[in-house]
């Protein structure tokens, strides 16, 4: 079964400093999807990456998804507190498989 | 901007009893899911329903398990005799058509149920 496998499980970074979050999947991607999750509340739908090579950008949030569609990477730049929370990614096989989320705190 | 809802919020019931979780999917939508989050846990899939029956379910959709459509708008989540481990988050989903092309999954806020 497809497994997803989230590095780091948690992550402090400072105001304004750049991170990236990563996802590697146990078989090849069909669709692959990042949320985020405030805690205890519901998932908020971040981007969806279908293709090889895909990059897709919203606000200061990049997403991009490898060749072999079996690693995605989530990249914040001049990261901020409304940045905080957990992040999720989830591969689509019609339901979606979750990843275990990695935790980011921003420190002011 | 269309959205997913579900009620109550959240619920509290005694262990045996029977509880049911409803969501209202996006109008149009075909494919209606249903997931749960133990608190620190990752997000787990429960069922899949599609063109009014299961389409897929996890191990966790046992017996006292069921969904239903009663209406053509809700879609609910029903837990028979309620044990202290189905203590969780509920988000139900839906999404406009299926895997060709894939279409983003839509998830309401969640029903936080706690079995005492």
């Known amino acids: 079964s497809q497994e997803l496998e989230q590095s780091p499980q948690s992550l402090i970074v400072q105001e304004g400093k750049n991170l990236t979050i990563n996802c590697t999947s146990s078989?090849?991607?069909?669709?692959l999807y990042w949320y985020k999750q405030k805690y205890g509340e519901g998932l908020i739908f971040l981007m969806m990456?279908?293709?090889?090579?895909e990059e897709k950008s919203h606000e200061k949030i990049t997403a991009k998804l490898d060749e072999k569609k079996q690693q995605s990477s989530l990249h914040i730049t001049a990261s901020q507190p409304s940045h905080a929370g957990i992040y999720l990614c989830?591969?689509?096989?019609?339901?979606?498989?979750f990843g275990k989320g990695t935790r980011l705190h921003i420190l002011p | 901007e269309p959205e997913v809802t579900q009620t109550p919020s959240h619920q509290v019931t005694q262990m045996g009893q029977e509880v049911i979780l409803r969501c209202v999917p996006i109008?149009?939508?075909?494919?209606f899911y249903w997931y749960r989050q133990i608190l620190g846990q990752k997000v787990e899939f429960l069922v899949s329903?599609?063109?009014?029956?299961?389409?897929?379910k996890s191990e966790i959709f046992d017996d006292q398990f069921s969904v239903e459509r009663p209406d053509g708008s809700n879609f609910t989540l029903k837990i028979r005799s309620t044990k202290l481990e189905d203590s969780a988050m509920y988000f139900c989903?839906?999404?406009?058509?299926?895997?060709?092309?894939?279409?983003?999954?839509?998830f309401g806020p969640g029903t936080r149920l706690t079995v005492l």
């Open positions: 989903a839906s999404r406009d058509r299926g895997p060709s092309p894939w279409e983003e999954q839509f």
């Open positions: 109008s149009n939508h075909l494919y």
């Open positions: 990456l279908q293709k090889g090579g």
């Open positions: 078989k090849t991607l069909y669709g």
């Open positions: 989830g591969a689509d096989m019609v339901k979606i498989i």
């Open positions: 329903f599609y063109n009014n029956e299961i389409s897929e």
